[in-house]
């Protein structure tokens, strides 16, 4: 079903219930929460996810998790999207947003279950489909595509700040310097805060912002020079260890 009320989704006795809705560039959805877990898969363009502990970047024909009651707000590039409502309890994919790749399969399966009605036949051939989605949902794997947010007020403030502007040339004394403290303790914070080294971090922060601007085709060359790489050869190195490819190989991959 298109553009259906999520009051309507909420009352429908299905355990999934699916829905797809066409958004133009720039649109936003401000912050709200579903009763039920969330399935977002966007055909076509890219979503921008934020929640109190962190952003997430879904390039396109790629999909996030959205626990039931977790506060986001999401940005809409253009995108098309097909979404499964899903009873908590249903599947279990943790109880923190990710992005998860959709295999060819998934993806048929989600553009086939708009179609379907709302209050589907659950022992017909309907049903089936419902089934192996979830199946398919359950053996899903999710990438890295998640920039973490620290509690801490002094360090989510430098990490906001790198959001903003990312430079891959800040070193964690930097950091450190900043907030008065040992490079020591700022290492030891960081990972407590984040989960992932200040390395780490930065160069996921890095790759998660930069694949907003791949998508619109901007040129590598443009945005290793705007996040401070010495050379777009430097940028690539750094997006294959994070993603196990090259930019322009991992973004064919979606089309």
């Known amino acids: 079903m298109r553009n259906v009320s999520i009051d309507l989704l909420d009352d429908t006795p299905r355990p999934v219930v699916a829905t797809g809705s066409d958004y133009s560039y720039g ?37 996030v998790w959205i626990p039931a009651g977790i506060v986001h707000e999401v940005v809409m590039l253009g995108v098309s999207t097909r979404s499964l409502y899903i009873e908590p309890g249903t599947v279990d994919l943790g109880s923190r947003c990710q992005v998860i790749n959709v295999s060819p399969l998934m993806r048929h399966l989600l553009m086939e279950a708009v179609e379907i009605p709302l209050t589907y036949d659950e022992a017909g051939r309907d049903g089936a489909l419902i089934d192996l989605l979830l199946h398919e949902l359950a053996r899903s794997t999710h990438l890295p595509l998640h920039i973490p947010l620290p509690v801490d007020p002094r360090l989510l403030g430098l990490c906001q700040g790198f959001v903003q502007h990312p430079d891959a040339h800040q070193s964690p004394q930097q950091w450190a310097d900043h907030l008065h403290t040992s490079l020591r303790t700022f290492n030891r914070l960081f990972r407590q805060q984040t989960g992932l080294s200040f390395s780490q971090w930065r160069q996921r922060a890095c790759v998660v912002l930069a694949l907003a601007r791949l998508a619109e085709s901007e040129p590598v060359t443009r945005i290793a020079l705007d996040f401070g790489y010495d050379s777009p050869a430097a940028f690539s190195t750094m997006f294959r260890r994070v993603l196990g490819q090259a930019p322009s190989v991992w973004l064919n991959t979606t089309k």
Do not use: F
């Open 27 to 63: 649109h936003l959805l401000p912050r709200h929460t579903h009763r039920r877990a969330q399935l977002l898969y966007g055909a076509t363009g890219v979503m921008q996810v934020s929640t109190h502990d962190g952003n997430w970047v879904v390039p396109p024909q790629r999909a």
